[in-house]
């Protein structure tokens, strides 16, 4: 990725432990902002690593965390906030009050952002931004961090099915252990659970198989998968292409960044047939669909297009790394040319040149690189 190279998306079409996997595999630098109902959380990746954090929410300020161990009382915890002034951090007002010694901060800075990394994993709507920089803004403190095991951790607390079942796909997917993870694991203690669905993953297996073979519950054993893939110790089951695709020009985010594009146009061109013709622009999509060739339709397999004419790239990358092509960029760019051409032919067909301004106007974007 290039420095200043900036990615928006939303989580109805990924899931924060998948752009946490991207970020990790691809050994990124930069910031994932995540903006939900209630809060706005911040991640820092320094070469795919989690070194800090910030949180909108004021229970996870520092003092706060510190609170709710015990390590600060409430007299304590009031005098630090008397003090704290915009050019003054908590964490020095602590240190200079000798409630707080440096090991001590630097531990409870690593709580800090364990609690906001834990809980941005199980978002499940929102809409995030990634910021590809080699800085950081002057208040992040970078820590170090063992990345790996607090995303398992993480991931391993999810509660929700649906945001499990986005991130596995579909049961008849394969998995396996990805290259060069024996030599990893070692180094992160994995839990008896997450030992177990590892080893069944020696070999290429579906997902519905190694729900079969697991002890565990079928919950249980997608969710330890879904750890596991977050931290990249479970690739896809297909042959080394796989890595080969993955080492393209183009990274996952940079494609999942274009799909996002043509989502907004997609999206955007639905609201102007909605508007004349209400209901029946499912209808209308269907003859958009129609369009798509015969080679092309495999790569939209699962996919439904009712989400206001959006594309679930989840799914479409699926399809991509489970058909074999190696360009996935140029198949992409395809499929979604593919539908544009869709829309602009059917809003032609159905309403003339009445809307042919505003097709214009939402499909000039595209036409930049």
């Not at 924060?16 to 996997?21: H, N, Q, T």
Request: glycine letters at 6%; hydrophobic letters at 40%.
């Amino acid at each position: 990725m290039s420095d200043g190279l900036s990615i928006q998306g939303t989580l109805s079409e990924t899931t924060v432990p998948s752009l946490f996997r991207t970020m990790i595999r691809s050994g990124e630098t930069g910031a994932l902002s995540v903006a939900a109902a209630h809060r706005h959380d911040s991640i820092y990746f320094s070469r795919g690593k989690v070194v800090s954090a910030t949180t909108t929410d004021a229970d996870l300020g520092l003092a706060e965390v510190l609170l709710r161990s015990g390590d600060l009382d409430i007299r304590q915890y009031q005098l630090a906030h008397d003090r704290v002034v915009p050019s003054r951090r908590i964490g020095s007002v602590l240190l200079e009050l000798g409630f707080l010694g440096t090991e001590g901060l630097l531990n409870s800075e690593e709580s800090r952002v364990s609690n906001i990394v834990m809980d941005v994993l199980s978002y499940r709507s929102g809409d995030y931004t990634i910021d590809f920089a080699d800085e950081f803004p002057q208040e992040v403190v970078a820590l170090s961090i063992d990345t790996e095991r607090l995303v398992l951790s993480g991931v391993q607390r999810i509660n929700h099915w649906s945001l499990i079942r986005r991130g596995i796909g579909r049961m008849t997917r394969l998995l396996r252990q990805s290259t060069g993870a024996d030599a990893r694991i070692y180094g992160l203690e994995l839990q008896e659970e997450e030992s177990h669905i590892y080893s069944l993953v020696a070999e290429p297996q579906k997902v519905q198989s190694i729900c079969d073979r697991s002890y565990l519950s079928n919950f249980k054993t997608c969710r330890t998968l879904l750890a596991l893939m977050t931290v990249n110790l479970i690739d896809e089951g297909e042959t080394s292409d796989v890595d080969d695709q993955r080492a393209s020009a183009q990274s996952e985010l940079e494609i999942e960044s274009l799909v996002e594009r043509y989502n907004v146009a997609f999206q955007t061109l639905f609201a102007i047939v909605f508007q004349e013709v209400g209901d029946h622009t499912w209808d209308f999509m269907d003859r958009v669909v129609r369009h798509v060739s015969p080679e092309t339709m495999p790569y939209l397999s699962g996919i439904s297009m009712t989400n206001e004419g959006r594309i679930d790239f989840d799914q479409l990358f699926n399809n991509l790394i489970s058909s074999g092509t190696l360009d996935h960029a140029d198949v992409v760019n395809s499929i979604l040319n593919e539908i544009l051409v869709g829309w602009i032919v059917e809003t032609r067909d159905e309403f003339g040149e009445r809307l042919e301004a505003a097709v214009a106007q939402v499909v000039e974007p595209l036409k930049k690189p």
